[in-house]
């Protein structure tokens, strides 16, 4: 006899971006077996307001002050509306909610995923520089408190799957797929003069405006290294990264007797979402199919390191150890919104995020109160030599 699994109550972090659209897609089609408890934006307070019709939460919280001002003048709906940081932490870690999907976009979402882990919540973590941040102390908050982290980046949600009914000390080494971005073969000088817009058009993926910026420098990739750190307990150098530019393997692993186990789909993000939303279980539904017949080639390159620098640094920073994946972050994001507002060129990314990891100071062993401090700090400083060189 088939047992059905219990309704779980959801908070979506980050509810009006790429992933919260997504995991609401996926809750539509799952049968009423997820319960939307709360849901967060920053600004878009009429994507909100449409979701709070669509899925009736008990509350919501919007982090900007002002729309969160102009969501109580415009709309009049009679539930819960919190603002600001406190009340992420409070919807991340309220008694009735069961999961707790962090899809916030960097280093705002690393707070409220504490909150959600501290009160013993499991987290369908979206957020990865959420453990580029402040991995080590995310990992141990996790263990301590029993939570599961499950991931929904395809890549490590790919590898999660591959390692079902397999013993983690049985690995020798995983494989992440990258798809090399819009700039796969263009040549490193013409990186000089992208526009935002080639930037943003990422060849396979449609995603939120960050993330699509990091795949196109590959620091989503560096990031991505430093997530399965964490997540899969494994060496820098058992962690490898091939590019595929199809994008139908999502990760691989390589077991100790040489074996090789692949996950592979479609490129639709609600798949791995569906695999964490419902983890330990797995759920029919309709998305599209991979058709193997239509594929006739599958290609696998070494990442061009030189081009790409991003993801040589993000190695480097993650075997460095300390705060140093904390300042690659907090530079990163300097520079990447730099870039998205027209103030630096593409190719001025990697050499802020190279700057500041020279310039702020190594510390082995920080506090997560130092990680927060640090943040600040390299924000500052990448910020400064930006605004020097203009
Ligand atoms: N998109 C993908 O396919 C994909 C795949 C794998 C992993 N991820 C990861 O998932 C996370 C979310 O990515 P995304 O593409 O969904 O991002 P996104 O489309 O930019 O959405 C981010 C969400 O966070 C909110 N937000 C932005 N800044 C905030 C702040 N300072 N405080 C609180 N909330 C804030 C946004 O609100 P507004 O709507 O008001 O801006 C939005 O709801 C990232 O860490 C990304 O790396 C994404």
Redesign the pocket.
Known sequence: MTSFPKIKNLTIL???????VQTLQVVEKSDGLFNVLYL?????IDLLAEQIAKFNPKGVVI?DYGSYLDFKSKYNFQIETYYGEEGLAYVASAEEVDLVVS???GF??VVPTISALESGKNVAL????TLVAAGKYISELAKKKSAKIIA???EHNAIIQCLLGEEITRVEKIILTASGGPFLNSSPGSLESVKVSEALAHPR?S?????SIDSATLMNKGFEVIEAHWLFDLNPEQIQVVIHPESVVHSLVQFVDGSIKAQLGPQD?RIPISFALNYPNRLRYDFPRLDLLSITTLNFYEPNTEKFPCLRMAYDALKLGGNATAILNAANETAVSNFLEGKISFAKIPKCISYALEKVEHNVNPSFDEIIEIDKITRKITQNFIDKLN
């Open positions: 980050g509810s009006t971006g790429s992933i919260g967060t934006t920053n600004k878009n982090t899809a916030l976009v705002s979402g979206a957020n990865k520089e929904i980046d395809s993926w995603m939120g405006k960050k993330i993000m």
